[in-house]
């Protein structure tokens, strides 16, 4: 199950992850020129930055996927890499569509180019209505495969050979 970083506290509170972002974006603005940012591209920037929000990463390529399943902790589970298919009805258009804020159901956004760290690792974000209700997303299990504990280390060496390493990634 998927939870975003705004939803993973004792006790999720909207009205105080709204007056974060909005207090992130104010003094965001100071550091960073984003004319005619929406909500989104904020959100995506504060994801960027640890700001706790609503939204969870993914890549859309697989040996990145793996890089962050070898390299996470802890480190003597299993590793695990989710996938999960991308249509149309389930992408995040932020031009169109509602805010951060309005949105119902689980969507997908493929972030503008905001920073170099997000399109070097083909990022793209899950968008969750209700932040502190974990979400599984259909067909998890058949979507999924495990990198066992023993063998994280030799997967992270096999990648590095392929330049999936740190240096590349952040």
């Known amino acids: 199950e998927c939870k975003p970083s705004a939803g993973r506290g004792a006790e999720f509170d909207p009205r ?8 992130f974006k104010r003094e ?7 004319p005619g940012a929406t909500d989104w591209d904020w959100l995506a920037l504060g994801q960027h930055y640890g700001l706790p929000t609503r939204l969870l990463d ?3 390529n697989p040996l ?7 390299a996470s902790q802890p480190a003597n589970e299993d590793a695990i890499v989710y996938a999960h298919p991308l ?3 389930s992408m995040i ?25 997000i399109a070097s690792q083909k990022g793209l974000f899950s968008a969750h209505p209700d932040p ?6 259909p067909g998890m299990a058949e979507n999924s495969f495990e990198i066992p504990r023993d063998t994280r280390a030799v997967f992270q060496r096999n990648l ?3 330049g999936v390493d740190a240096a590349h990634i952040w």
């Open 58 to 60: 993914w890549t859309t």
């Open 28 to 34: 965001a603005r100071l550091h960073v020129a984003m």
């Open 16 to 23: 105080h992850e709204r007056q974060l972002f909005q207090d």
């Open 132 to 137: 502190a209700s974990a979400w599984t997303p």
């Open 160 to 162: 590095f050979q392929l």
């Open 93 to 117: 258009d932020p031009e169109r569509g509602p805010g951060p804020f309005e949105i119902a159901e689980v969507g997908f956004l493929l972030p503008s180019a905001l920073a170099p760290r």
């Open 64 to 70: 990145i996927a793996c890089f962050f399943a070898v």
């Open 87 to 89: 249509g149309g009805s």
